[in-house]
């Protein structure tokens, strides 16, 4: 397809579109030290200059809304970026309020005090990210390949733009089969959590 390399786009999502865990800082940190901290280790994933990562807003929306553990003495912890990392990444495709039932469990453990695997977690979400690109490298050139074939067999009138469309078709189609499969497991593995909120 011209105008658009499947390889350069992946390429340019290895370590981009998420915050390392080490660079998440030990002292707790202010809002605007926040909204800084997203700013600058997520801007790429901005699809338009003027989109703001995380605003006093979101973050304010999700304290309220108990996505994250309580704030103490308006500083967050490394715990709360490291779950707004998750939000960030989560937010794109499903809901606040599944959102809140995937991570009810962690804040619950967290506001009790008790220990809780985050660093873990987060740090196994990464690795899944990365062979997450792998995965998508190796699909999107089937799924060009099919989507070349296909119109190739249909009509051979259809040009470039007809290529791109469905081309933004196919992958809109996959990530909505991905997203429902997602709601299902929140809804038919989460049911505990969902009760409790």
């Known amino acids: 397809m011209n105008d658009f ?8 999502q290895k370590g981009s579109n998420n915050i390392d865990l080490n660079d998440f800082p030990e002292l707790d940190l ?16 901005k699809r338009n200059p ?17 996505l994250l553990m309580k704030i ?4 967050y912890t490394k715990n709360h970026l490291i779950l707004m990392g998750l939000i960030y990444n989560l937010k794109g495709a499903l809901s606040l309020t599944d959102i809140k039932t995937l991570l009810t469990p962690i804040i619950q453990s967290f506001d009790s005090d008790k220990e809780y695997p985050l660093y873990d977690i987060y740090q196994s979400f990464l690795d899944m990210y990365d062979l997450n690109l792998e995965e998508l490298k190796e699909s999107s050139h089937r799924i060009e390949e099919n989507t070349l074939n296909i119109l190739k067999n249909k009509n051979k009138n259809l040009g470039n733009y007809e290529e791109k469309l469905l081309l933004a078709c196919s992958y809109v189609s996959m990530s909505n089969l991905f997203r429902r499969m997602s709601e299902r497991i929140i ?11």
């Open 5 to 12: 390399n499947i390889d350069t786009f992946i390429n340019d």
């Open 30 to 45: 202010y809002m605007d030290q926040v909204m800084q901290l997203f700013e600058t280790r997520l801007a790429y994933t």
């Open 50 to 66: 003027d989109d703001k990562v995380l605003t006093k807003t979101m973050i304010n929306n999700y304290a309220k809304d108990n």
């Open 72 to 75: 103490k003495n308006k500083k």
């Open 187 to 197: 809804d038919e593995c989460f049911e505990d959590a969902k009760e409790k909120k």
